[in-house]
C-alpha cells in the first residue's frame, strides 16, 4: 500500500523548482530596480545643476554635498531595516520600503529650490537604506541552496538594470520629468509583492507552521507537502535551535517557556539581543569578513567618482559624449552581471570575489599612471573650464575596465547568505549601514583627495589600498556555495580560526604546525 501510494507523487521538475523561485523573487527585481535608479540618478541631476545658468542651481563645495548626500542618509535608513525586517516580515517589508522613494520622487519632480533638491535625494538615499535588509535577505531564505548563488546574483542584477535606466532617462529627458517617470517603479513594486509568498523560516519563527508548509510548497515548484518533506523538517529543527533563548542556552536552562530574558523591557531585550546574538562568532566573524569586503569594493575607485561621473570622463578627455559613455556604463553592467553568475556556478564566490577585486585594483592604478603621463597638473574634475580636449580612446579603455570588473563584485551577495537566522536582520542593517558610511566617507573625501593629489594620486591611492584588500580576503574568505544556511552557521560558529581552504594558504599552515611542532621542548623521562 505504502509502495502504491509513493509511486503516486510525482517528482517535481527542476524547471518548475527554478521558475517558482524565480517569480518568488519577481517582487524584490522591481525594488531592486529601483534602488539602482536611486543611487544613480543624482549622476544625471548633478551636472545639470552644477553653476547652472538658469534654474536650480548648485555651487562645487554644494555639489560635493549633493552628490553624496543620498550615502549620508542610508545608513539611517539601513538602521531602521533589521526591526522592521524582524517585526513585519519579510514580505510585508519589502511593500513598506517604497513608501520613502514615493515621497522621494515627488519632491524631486517638484524641487522648487536648493533645500528641496537636497531633501528629495536625502529622501532617495534613505529609501535606499531600507531597502537593503529585506532585498538581500528575502532571495537568500526562498532559494535552495543549489540555487542561491546563482540566483541571488542574477537579482542584484536588477540593479544594475536600475542604474541603466536612470543613465538613459537622463539622457533622453529633462531630469524632473526623468523623476516623474521614475515614480512608476516603486508603485509596481507595491503591487507586485501582494503575489510572492512570505519565507517560511519566518513564518516558523512566529508559529506558523502550516503557512510555512504552504510557502515552502509553492517555493519548491507548486510541490506537495509529501515532496518538500525532508526539507521542512531540516527547517523545523533549524528553526527550533534559532527560536531558543541563547542565554538559557549557555546556561544549560532546559526550560524555554516563558523565559524571563524574553519578557523584560524593550531597552534591556536590545541590550541583550546584541550581547547575545551579535557579538557571538556566528556572527561577528562574518560581519567582519563582509564589512572588509565592503570597504575595499567601494574603495576601488567606480563607486567615489559615481556622482561626478560625467564630469570625470570629461576630465579624462575621452573621446566621446561623456552622457552617452555613462549610458553605456549602465548597460555594461547587465552583461556583467550574467557573467558573474555564470562564474559564480563554475569557480565559486571565493575566486570570483578575489579575482574581480584584485583586477579592480590593477585598473585604478592603470588610471592613475594614465592621469599622471597625459593630464597636466591643473584638470580638476569639479572644474570644468580645466578639462581637456576629448580625443583620447585609452582612458576610454581603462575605464570601461575599472566598470567591468567592479560589476562583477559580489558583496551584497555574501551578506544574504553570511548571518545567522537570530541576527540576520539586525547584522544585514547594520553592515547596510556600516557600507553606506564607507561609501558616504570615500564619495565626500573624493573631492579633497584630488584637489589634494590630482587624479593621478587619488586612483594610485586607490590601487594600492585594494591590494592590500585583496590579500585580507584571500586569506580569510572561505566558500560559501552550495553550502545551506545552517552549514555556514555552523563553519563561522567553530572554535578554530578561519582560514581559506586554499591551497596555498593549507601549505603555510602546514609549515606553519610543522615549525611549531618541531619548536616543542622534549620531554626527558
Avoid at 538559557?248 to 526550560?255: A, I, P, S
Avoid at 567582519?288 to 576601488?300: D, E, I, N, Q
Avoid at 569557480?347 to 583586477?359: H, Q
Avoid at 576610454?396 to 548571518?419: K, N, R
Wanted: some cysteine; overall charge positive; proline content about 5%.
Amino acid at each position: 500500500m505504502t509502495s502504491r501510494k509513493s509511486e503516486k507523487v510525482k517528482k517535481v521538475s527542476r524547471s518548475r523548482v527554478i521558475l517558482s523561485q524565480v517569480l518568488a523573487c519577481l517582487a524584490l527585481d522591481f525594488l531592486l530596480i529601483g534602488l539602482g535608479m536611486s543611487i544613480s540618478f543624482v549622476t544625471m541631476v548633478l551636472p545639470e545643476v552644477m553653476d547652472a545658468k538658469e534654474g536650480l542651481s548648485i555651487d562645487q563645495t554644494q555639489a560635493s554635498w549633493f552628490g553624496s548626500m543620498a550615502f549620508l542618509f542610508q545608513p539611517l535608513g539601513s538602521i531602521f531595516s533589521g526591526p522592521l525586517l524582524d517585526y513585519f516580515g519579510r514580505k510585508k517589508a519589502l511593500l513598506l520600503v517604497n513608501i520613502p522613494h514615493l515621497v522621494a520622487w515627488l519632491l524631486m519632480y517638484f524641487a522648487w529650490n536648493v533645500p528641496s533638491l537636497f531633501v528629495g535625494n536625502a529622501l532617495l538615499g534613505l529609501g535606499t537604506g531600507i531597502m537593503e535588509a529585506p532585498s538581500v535577505t528575502y532571495v537568500g531564505e526562498v532559494t535552495d541552496p543549489s540555487l542561491r548563488g546563482c540566483l541571488t546574483t542574477l537579482t542584484n542584477g536588477f540593479t544594475f538594470i536600475g542604474i541603466f535606466i536612470a543613465y538613459l532617462l537622463g539622457t533622453v529627458l529633462p531630469w524632473k520629468q526623468a523623476a516623474l517617470v521614475s515614480l512608476t517603479v516603486p508603485l509596481a513594486t507595491m503591487a507586485l509583492v501582494l503575489l510572492v509568498p512570505e519565507t517560511p523560516i519566518w513564518l516558523l519563527s512566529k508559529g506558523r507552521q502550516k503557512e510555512a508548509l504552504l510557502s515552502l510548497c509553492r517555493l519548491r515548484g507548486w510541490a506537495e507537502p509529501e515532496d518538500v518533506k525532508k526539507e521542512f523538517e531540516e527547517l523545523l529543527q533549524y528553526n527550533e535551535h534559532v527560536t531558543q533563548c541563547v542565554i538559557c542556552v549557555k546556561e544549560g536552562n532546559g526550560d524555554f517557556e516563558g523565559c524571563d530574558h524574553l519578557n523584560c523591557g524593550i531597552v534591556k531585550r536590545i541590550v541583550l539581543k546584541f550581547k547575545h546574538t551579535f557579538f557571538v562568532k556566528e556572527t561577528i566573524r562574518p560581519f567582519t569578513l563582509v564589512m572588509a569586503y565592503f570597504f575595499f569594493h567601494s574603495l576601488s575607485g567606480l563607486q567615489s567618482l559615481r556622482p561626478n561621473m560625467i564630469n570625470f570622463c570629461k576630465a579624462l578627455g575621452m573621446k566621446y559624449d561623456s552622457k552617452t559613455i555613462v549610458v553605456v556604463v549602465g548597460a555594461v553592467f547587465i552583461p556583467m552581471n550574467l557573467i558573474s553568475a555564470t562564474i559564480v556556478k563554475m569557480i565559486g564566490k571565493r575566486k570570483l570575489v578575489i579575482g574581480s577585486l584584485l583586477a579592480t585594483a590593477l585598473s585604478s592604478l592603470s588610471i592613475g599612471i594614465y592621469a599622471r603621463i597625459k593630464l597636466p597638473s591643473t584638470v580638476f574634475s569639479y572644474e570644468p573650464s580645466t578639462f581637456p580636449e576629448p580625443n583620447e580612446i585609452l582612458p576610454v579603455v581603462l575605464f570601461m575596465a575599472l566598470v567591468c570588473f567592479t560589476s562583477l563584485g559580489i558583496p551584497w551577495i555574501l551578506l544574504s547568505e553570511v548571518f545567522p537566522f537570530k541576527s540576520r536582520g539586525m547584522a544585514t542593517g547594520l553592515a547596510a549601514a556600516f557600507n553606506y558610511l564607507i561609501v558616504f566617507v570615500i564619495t565626500k573625501t573624493n573631492y579633497n583627495l584630488e584637489s589634494s593629489f590630482h587624479i593621478s594620486g587619488t586612483f594610485a591611492l586607490y590601487g594600492i589600498l585594494t591590494i592590500i584588500g585583496t590579500v585580507y580576503i584571500y586569506l580569510f574568505l572561505p566558500e560559501t556555495e552550495n553550502k545551506t544556511l545552517a552549514e555556514i552557521e555552523t563553519y563561522y560558529k567553530g572554535d578554530q580560526k578561519i582560514f581559506a581552504d586554499d591551497f596555498l594558504i593549507n601549505a603555510l599552515i602546514k609549515k606553519r604546525d610543522v615549525n611549531f611542532e618541531s619548536n616543542k621542548p622534549m620531554l626527558v623521562s
